[in-house]
């Protein structure tokens, strides 16, 4: 099972490292290099982030973040290794209710 719940500031290294791992896997022509975990902080500054966990596990498999002034999804990761799983659904779903 999926939970939603807000990022703590405890949760923000680990989601920097599904933001890394993420990137890397979608984009596997860049050099990896050019992906860093620092990117992650300068571009959800200001953003409210919202977390999906596993429910057993309390392992972080994605986030959503959202520039709440303008309603506007600025970032959806999902864990590689968790894709295909319903997490970005669970997230998207979770800003609606």
């Given at each position: 099972?999926?939970?939603?719940?807000?990022?703590?500031?405890?949760?923000?290294?680990?989601?920097?490292?599904?933001?890394?791992?993420?990137?890397q896997?979608?984009?596997?022509?860049?050099?990896?290099?050019?992906?860093?975990?620092?990117?992650?902080?300068?571009?959800?500054?200001?953003?409210?982030?919202?977390?999906?966990?596993?429910?057993?596990?309390?392992?972080?498999?994605?986030?959503?973040?959202?520039?709440?002034?303008?309603?506007?999804?600025?970032?959806?990761?999902?864990?590689?290794?968790r894709?295909?799983?319903?997490?970005?659904?669970?997230?998207?779903?979770?800003?609606?209710?």
């Open positions: 099972m999926i939970i939603i719940r807000p990022a703590t500031p405890a949760d923000l290294p680990v989601l920097a490292g599904i933001f890394l791992s993420s990137r896997h979608a984009f596997p022509w860049e050099d990896a290099s050019s992906f860093q975990t620092g990117d992650f902080d300068a571009q959800r500054e200001g953003e409210v982030i919202r977390l999906a966990e596993d429910a057993s596990t309390g392992q972080p498999l994605g986030f959503i973040s959202v520039w709440t002034p303008e309603r506007f999804i600025h970032h959806l990761f999902v864990d590689p290794d894709l295909g799983q319903g997490v970005g659904r669970r997230l998207l779903d979770d800003l609606a209710s």
